[in-house]
């Protein structure tokens, strides 16, 4: 009896101790929010409107190091917010080549079919995140919230 206990038990702890490794290993490279990647100053640029500042300073990254997924992602999302959705488009795909499971790409690049009107490739990005994301991400999530949110204002179901 005391085995049956114990199992579920040790189940429950090894789960418990293995979560700060899996929010590790799902950060990774893969996720705009990953401070190990050095773009936290751009981070702020963007975050403080300065996207046309952004712009100029990824670009430089871009040319320095043309493989950068992260890189592209935010000069995607900094296209994106400047209102060229061309550009926006065109630096997402490329992340996405780069990696297509990362997951701020996957976000923004869905949040952009919502603004563009296409609501079965945003949907198409949210199950590609809902694949990567073994507990609900940030992305995911975000990503879920804007799809309802449009269906809603659209009457769509």
Do not use: W
Not at 80 to 92: I, L, M, P, W
């Amino acid at each position: 009896m005391t085995n049956r206990r114990f199992c579920p038990m040790f189940l429950g702890l090894a789960l418990v101790m293995l979560l700060p490794i899996t929010a590790v290993l799902g950060a990774g490279g893969d996720s705009d929010g990953s401070s190990a990647d050095g773009l936290d100053p751009i981070r702020e640029i963007i975050a403080e409107g300065g996207y046309v500042q952004a712009i100029g300073e990824l670009e430089s990254m871009d040319k320095e190091d043309p493989n950068n997924a992260n890189v592209l992602n935010l000069l995607g999302y900094s296209h994106r917010k400047q209102g060229n959705a061309d550009e926006a488009f065109r630096y997402y795909d490329a992340a996405l080549q780069l990696e297509p499971k990362h997951r701020g790409a996957n976000e923004y690049l869905g949040e952009l079919y919502l603004e563009t009107d296409q609501l079965g490739k945003a949907e198409e990005r949210l199950a590609v995140l809902d694949k990567e994301c073994f507990f609900p991400c940030e992305e995911f999530t975000d990503l879920k919230a804007a799809i309802k949110e449009y269906k809603t204002q659209r009457g769509v179901e």
